[in-house]
């Protein structure tokens, strides 16, 4: 089963903090967390591991809940570059094989 | 090479056609994948291959498709019979193994 992300879509003025939401039904082994500009290839954010740290730069940080099975994509001070689709994908069994959630959807405006 | 690399970048069909896609992974990375993409969708796991194994294919929509891997570097997807609900990105993307995974700019499919 797909994870679900929330929200499906956000639009926020440029400097404004966004959370975005990947929720699973399964256990999960890791979350990536990747943005897809239109007509782009998907990019690579972060990955975080069972039983790893959250992880960060200076203003894309990502948690991983491994009881809750949830993941969380924090983007602070949010910059035009930031706007784009979303999606986490969940490793279940450790074996690199991704599934990617329902998306969210970002625009950020001057 | 720079980056994760497919051929051709579009490719219109006409339906019962057979395509061929192809994918140059990174130089060095053990493990392979390819996605199929909707419009407005998340990427949909196809198949996995690690070296020239074919570890997973449990994403093929059904047996008119196919990948191999032959030397455990470059790729092709093959699809059989091409059916217009076969129209969608086709996405590689490979890695060293257990780290993230770079993404192939895809292919677009579309059967007419």
């Known amino acids: 089963q797909q994870p679900v992300q929330s929200p499906q879509a956000v639009i926020l003025r440029e400097g404004e903090d966004a959370v975005i939401n990947c929720s699973s039904s399964k256990a999960l082994y890791s979350v990536h967390w990747y943005r897809q500009k239109h007509g782009e290839a998907p990019v690579f954010l972060m990955i975080?591991?069972?039983?790893?740290e959250q992880k960060g730069h200076e203003k894309i940080s990502a948690s991983f809940n491994e009881k809750k099975q949830q993941s969380s994509l924090y983007l602070t001070a949010s910059q035009l570059s930031y706007s784009g689709t979303y999606f986490c994908?969940?490793?279940?069994?450790?074996?690199?094989?991704?599934?990617f959630g329902t998306g969210t959807r970002l625009t950020i405006i001057p | 090479g720079a980056g994760v690399s497919q051929s051709p970048r579009y490719k219109v069909a006409k339906r019962g056609q057979d395509v061929a896609l192809r994918c140059d992974p990174i130089s060095g990375h053990v493990s392979l994948f390819w996605y199929q993409q909707a419009l407005g969708q998340g990427p949909e796991f196809l198949t996995y291959?690690?070296?020239?194994?074919?570890?997973?294919k449990s994403g093929l929509p059904s047996d008119r498709f196919f990948a191999e891997r032959p030397e455990g570097s470059v790729s092709t997807l093959k699809i059989q019979r091409t059916q217009q609900e076969d129209s969608a990105v086709y996405l590689c993307?490979?890695?060293?193994?257990?780290?993230?995974?770079?993404f192939g700019p895809g292919t677009r499919l579309t059967v007419l």
């Open positions: 975080l591991l069972k039983g790893g």
């Open positions: 994908g969940t490793d279940d069994f450790g074996n690199e094989k991704l599934t």
């Open positions: 993307a490979s890695s060293s193994g257990f780290e993230r995974q770079f």
């Open positions: 291959f690690q070296n020239e194994a074919q570890l997973d």
